[in-house]
């Protein structure tokens, strides 16, 4: 539309012979094209700045978008790694508990025969060592009971020590 403008002015100016300003016209009708131009082009760049910028946005997004991702299953195989050392660790504490309990089981099996053979060897002797002595031990019991001081009761206690020492000779 500007260049028929500008030619339509070229025409009324040799034709008719109007005296209008050369620089005028041209001067109204290029301004007006400047800033259709102009516009134009800053509409133009806006665009392909916009263009530019999203898809640096989109390009952004999606790098964040895969790290996320990458970090998301190397988390995970991480934390199967340390699943899988704990439950190794787990087992082999459980196997070291399973064999203290055996050797706690063996030790209470072997103590309880060494208590019960312990116990018919010296349960007779048990008996007959609660007799042995025990008119001597009395007196001097009693002696003790009674006296206040205890230098009177050495004849009871020399002759228990007698009789335990004649006892453990005979065993």
Known sequence: ??????????LL????GLNISRWFVLNFTLSNLSEKINSDFESLLFQSEWKNYTALFLQRY?????DYALHATETQAKMQQLQAKAKLVHDELDEKLNDAKC???????QVSHD????SKKFEGQHSESGKVCLE???????????????GECEIFAKK?????TDALAKA
């Open 13 to 16: 100016e040799y034709k008719i």
């Open 115 to 118: 208590v019960q053979r312990l």
């Open 62 to 66: 999606n790098q964040r978008e895969v």
């Open 160 to 164: 228990l020590e007698k009789c335990v």
């Open 1 to 10: 539309m500007s260049k028929f403008l500008v030619l339509c002015l070229y």
């Open 136 to 150: 001597d031990r009395v007196k001097l019991s009693q002696c003790y009971n009674t006296l206040k001081d205890g």
């Open 103 to 109: 050797k706690i089981a063996d030790l209470e099996v």
